[in-house]
T-cell receptor
Framework: EDQVTQSPEALRLQEGESSSLNCSYT??????LFWYRQDPGKGPEFLFT???AGEEKEKERLKATLTKKESFLHITAPKPEDSATYLC??????????????FGTGTRLQVTL | NAGVMQNPRHLVRRRGQEARLRCSPM?????VYWYRQLPEEGLKFMVY????????ESGMPKERFSAEFPKEGPSILRIQQVVRGDSAAYFC???????????FGSGTRLTVV
């Protein structure tokens, strides 16, 4: 069974204080690792997909990296509008119908002035 | 393109009533997924459908829950004889292809009183 563990559960940063969120996973045949952002009362918003170890992707102040066992979401010089819950998910399976995502419980990020 | 549309946004049902949640995927998307998010828990996969077919229902409770995605019209998640434990946020997502990142709707928040 695929498993995803995110840490820390909650993180409070001051504006400009860079940090990283961790996503550890076990999966049978990784097809993709996904990062989403979720604001209160809303659905998850897609950020990145990573497919193989060593891959990196960037978007504004966010950078996602992937190894064979974990992924990191690096936040550089965060702003208050980056406050949200960040979700990590894996899509695994060696068969053609393996489409479901297995999510972690998320990291709640709060960025203060 | 209005994205993935879910309605209603909020639904209140008394114990024993039926709940019907609707999801219209993004234009051109033929793959639909339903997830449930309980308070303080991660998103849990329920079911994966294509037009007129259930592909994977491994996350659906064995009783009271059903889903369909007809040839015409939205996908429907139906919960019969609701109980308090069914109170949760239900999210629908759609994708262009299987094994592809997908887009979530804003969810339906079901409250059973």
């Amino acid at each position: 069974e695929d498993q995803v563990t995110q840490s820390p559960e909650a993180l409070r940063l001051q504006e400009g204080e860079s940090s990283s969120l961790n996503c550890s996973y076990t999966v049978s045949g990784l097809r993709g690792l996904f990062w989403y952002r979720q604001d209160p009362g809303k659905g998850p918003e897609f950020l990145f997909t990573l497919y193989s170890a060593g891959e990196e992707k960037e978007k504004e102040r966010l950078k996602a990296t992937l190894t064979k066992k974990e992924s990191f979401l690096h936040i550089t010089a965060p702003k208050p509008e980056d406050s949200a819950t960040y979700l990590c998910a894996v899509q695994g399976g060696n068969t053609g119908t393996a489409s479901k995502l297995t999510f972690g419980t998320g990291t709640r990020l709060q960025v203060t002035l | 393109n209005a994205g993935v549309m879910q309605n209603p946004r909020h639904l209140v049902r008394r114990r024993g009533q039926e709940a019907r949640l609707r999801c219209s995927p993004m234009k051109g998307h033929s793959h639909v997924y339903w997830y449930r998010q309980l308070p303080e828990e991660g998103l849990k996969f329920m079911v994966y459908l294509q037009k007129e077919n259930i592909i994977d229902e491994s996350g659906m409770p064995k009783e009271r829950f059903s889903a369909e995605f007809p040839k015409e019209g939205p996908s429907i998640l139906r919960i019969q004889q609701v109980v308090r434990g069914d109170s949760a946020a239900y999210f629908c997502a759609s994708s262009l292809q299987a094994n592809y990142g997908y887009t979530f709707g804003s969810g339906t928040r079901l409250t059973v009183v």
